[in-house]
């Protein structure tokens, strides 16, 4: 069901690739609220992604962009106010990548080179984005920039690895720049700390069906899906949120706030029972 939110309203979404995407989710529901908007990602991702497809069905312009290039995002920048007519109203940032985690290397044995990659794109790259934006001046006053984050910035969850450490940067990045942006021109800048969700890249990291099955046993009302996702951002992009910024905005389905559930003591004791018997 559409109220349009987001009538009127321009923005850019940086990461989606395909359907599988938390960032294609929210550019479903932010064209069904009215908005218009560019798709951007790096030239790799649009040749093997299906960005020209999502931008078929929105109305949308895919403009090529390296995010931890800040040539790139200029450029970006100008064609998205020369497209639409002006000053944008949101952004969405969902971008992020480790080599380490696919290369299956632990937290303990890193290799440095990745571990610099993995910060740059994954967390340095948002403040390029909010930067280059700031200089051109090319968000309205009262715009909101969203960022996707995950738990991991706040606790350790295995495999995660050199990402939680991105993750948290990223969301201290939102605050710097948040109280920055908000005092000079009422620009809101928050994170929003997500379920695991069963996208294209989440996917690939080994025992990430053990750590879904694990976060919806926690969680009091389930992990969130991409399309919950999309609804919660929506309503960060529209003007009924204009007093909220700086903020890590936890959308998991209270897992964050969990210690241990029922269903995972249950599972727990039962798995134990069998360690036992064996």
Not at 36 to 52: C, H, K, M, Q, Y
Not at 204 to 216: C, K, R
Request: hydrophobic residues 40%.
């Amino acid at each position: 069901m559409s109220y349009n939110l987001l009538k009127g309203k321009k923005g850019i979404i940086f990461g989606a690739l395909n359907d599988k995407s938390i960032a294609w989710k929210i550019a479903e529901r932010a064209h069904e609220e009215g908005a218009r908007f560019v798709l951007s990602n790096t030239p790799v991702a649009i040749r093997f992604g299906e960005l020209d497809k999502l931008a078929e069905a929105t109305g949308s312009t895919v403009i090529e962009a390296d995010a931890t290039s800040m040539k790139d995002l200029n450029i970006l920048f100008e064609k998205s106010m020369e497209l639409m007519g002006g000053k944008i109203d949101f952004i969405l940032h969902s971008i992020g990548m480790s080599m380490n985690v696919r290369k299956g290397k632990t937290y303990d044995d890193l290799d440095y080179e990745y571990l610099k990659k993995t910060i740059d794109i994954s967390a340095i790259s948002f403040h390029k984005v909010l930067q280059t934006a700031r200089k051109l001046d090319a968000i309205n006053e009262w715009g909101s920039v969203v960022a996707l984050s995950y738990v991991a910035a706040q606790r350790t969850l295995y495999r995660y690895n050199d990402m939680a450490d991105a993750k948290a940067m990223l969301e201290s990045i939102a605050r710097s720049f948040g109280y920055i942006y908000g005092r000079d021109k009422k620009i809101r800048v928050n994170t929003v700390s997500q379920s695991p969700t069963p996208t294209t890249a989440g996917s690939a990291v080994a025992g990430f069906d053990g750590l879904i099955d694990f976060t919806e046993r926690m969680s009091p009302l389930g992990n969130a899906t991409a399309e919950e996702c999309a609804d919660y951002c929506i309503t960060l992009f529209s003007d009924l949120t204009k007093k909220v910024t700086m903020q890590n905005l936890f959308h998991d389905g209270g897992f964050s706030s969990m210690g241990m559930s029922l269903r995972a003591m249950n599972m727990y004791n039962k798995s134990l029972e069998m360690t036992i018997e064996d």
